[in-house]
């Protein structure tokens, strides 16, 4: 069964600083997807993004970039020149690409805290 | 806007009531899911619909009841529900190829007395 460990409950960063929030999981595959997603005090959770492992090249989507490690099984999230908006529940998700029913594995959760 | 919309977005029922979510996906997707979430948890996957049909997590309770009338619609009935059911119902919608992920919806907080 693959697991997905967060093992940062909470960072906290100044605004414009960066912060890196770590992902690691486990998996016997060798295609599959990986997923940041941000959830807001609103509640709604939103897809920040995405990496397909066959990829070599990291994702990047504005301020959000990723450092993909295939190898070490780990995707870690950077958020750049932070704003008070980053402030959320960040889980790592994970979906094999034959998961036909795609039961993504969600982390425990990293609540990022943006400080003025 | 989101493209996947939750009615309704707060509920209180007593544990003897029967009440149903109702979940709408706009993006031609083909899978449905739902997720129940505690504060500050992951969410935990309950139902997901592939071109209608159903994959349940053996661990939901059979007092939640999915439904599935077509591709872009989903309801989650709920009878007889107890106090730590209490929690936000999530609904997403993915493409039946999970690369692009899931989409969520806006969540519906249900509160059972």
């Known amino acids: 069964a693959q697991t997905v460990t967060q093992s940062q409950p909470e960072m906290s960063v100044q605004e414009a600083e960066t912060v890196t929030l770590s992902c690691t999981y486990d998996t016997s595959e060798s295609d599959y997807y990986l997923f940041w997603y941000k959830q807001p005090p609103s509640r709604q959770m939103i897809l920040v993004i995405r990496q397909e492992a066959y990829k070599q090249q990291n994702a990047t989507e504005n301020r959000f970039s990723v450092n993909f490690q295939k190898a070490a099984k780990s995707f870690s999230l950077k958020i750049s020149d932070s704003q008070l908006g980053d402030a959320a529940m960040y889980f790592c998700?994970?979906?094999?690409?034959?998961?036909?029913?795609?039961?993504?594995?969600f982390g425990a959760g990293t609540q990022v805290v943006v400080t003025p | 806007d989101t493209e996947v919309t939750q009615t309704p977005k707060h509920l209180v029922m007593g544990m003897t009531n029967k009440k149903s979510l109702k979940c709408e996906q706009h993006m031609g997707h083909r899978a449905m899911y739902w997720y129940k979430q505690k504060a500050k948890k992951p969410p935990e996957l309950m139902f997901v619909?592939?071109?209608?049909?159903?994959?349940i997590n053996e661990s939901v309770p059979s007092r939640f009841s999915p439904e599935c009338p077509n591709s872009s619609l989903s309801n989650l009935h709920l009878h007889a529900l107890q106090p730590e059911d209490s929690a936000l119902y999530l609904c997403a919608s993915s493409q039946v190829t999970v690369a692009q992920g899931l989409y969520f919806g806006p969540g519906t907080r249900l509160t059972v007395l």
């Open positions: 998700a994970y979906v094999g690409s034959t998961d036909s029913w795609g039961k993504f594995q």
């Open positions: 619909y592939s071109y209608e049909k159903l994959s």
